[in-house]
């Protein structure tokens, strides 16, 4: 009853490192999501994939990049960690991009760069 | 620009009690809203999805009504219960229907309390 599991769940970053957040999902869900969600505002989308092999960019993409090799994974990098990615970030997965289709979110990796 | 608006931000009331949460959005053209509920630490959990022809839809105590017209939303729970403490997050989705077209309220915080 795993759903969509996220690693670390705690992380602290200096300036300037990199970091890899890992999400997999044992639902075989097509669509698979990165948000950040940071304090008093909705969240906003980072990085999306709709299958193995394919990923487009959400609402705010810069200072990250998502690989999708297998419909299982989808890691969020970080690169030259930034004080302004200090946030809540959550991966998500659907079945496919229907109206109707219930988005299950993994329990969320709080990241702090310092 | 697509908005979705939710108030109160916050709110308390006592165990036992009723409450009414309110969702206003902008969102145009219009799919379909999620209410969720978010407990401290947690990732999102769906509670209801409803689309433009549905006034009414339940899940156990709670009770989530659309006017697509006004565009307006409300979640009421009923028979509040401690557990229920959490904040609650209205999500519309626009039209095409796409992994960018999903727009987050701020959610309301919700403590129930003795």
């Known amino acids: 009853n795993a759903g969509v599991t996220q690693t670390p769940k705690f992380r602290i970053l200096k300036i300037g490192q990199s970091m890899t957040l890992q999400c997999t999902q044992d639902m075989n869900h097509n669509y698979m999501y990165w948000y950040r969600q940071d304090p008093g505002m909705g969240l906003k989308l980072i990085y999306y994939s709709v299958g193995a092999g394919i990923t487009d960019k959400g609402e705010v993409p810069n200072g990250y990049n998502v690989s999708r090799s297998t419909t299982e994974d989808f890691p969020l990098r970080l690169e030259l960690a930034a004080p302004s990615q200090t946030s809540v970030y959550f991966c998500?997965?659907?079945?496919?991009?229907?109206?109707?289709?219930?988005?299950?979110f993994g329990e969320g990796s709080w990241l702090t760069v310092v | 620009k697509n908005q979705v608006e939710q108030s109160p931000q916050s709110l308390i009331i006592l165990e036992g009690k009723n409450c009414t949460l309110q969702c206003n959005y902008t969102v145009s053209p219009f799919s379909n809203l999620r209410w969720y509920k978010q407990d401290t630490g947690r990732g999102p959990v769906s509670l209801t999805i409803m689309t433009f022809s549905e006034n009414t839809k339940s899940n156990g105590r709670y009770t989530a009504t659309l006017d697509a017209d006004t565009k307006q939303s409300s979640l009421h729970i009923t028979a509040s219960q401690l557990s229920d403490s959490a904040s609650y997050i209205c999500?519309?989705?626009?039209?095409?229907?796409?992994?960018?077209?999903?727009?987050f309220g701020t959610g309301t915080r919700l403590q129930v309390t003795l």
């Open positions: 998500a997965s659907s079945p496919r991009e229907y109206r109707g289709n219930t988005i299950y």
């Open positions: 999500v519309v989705r626009g039209l095409p229907v796409g992994a960018s077209k999903l727009t």
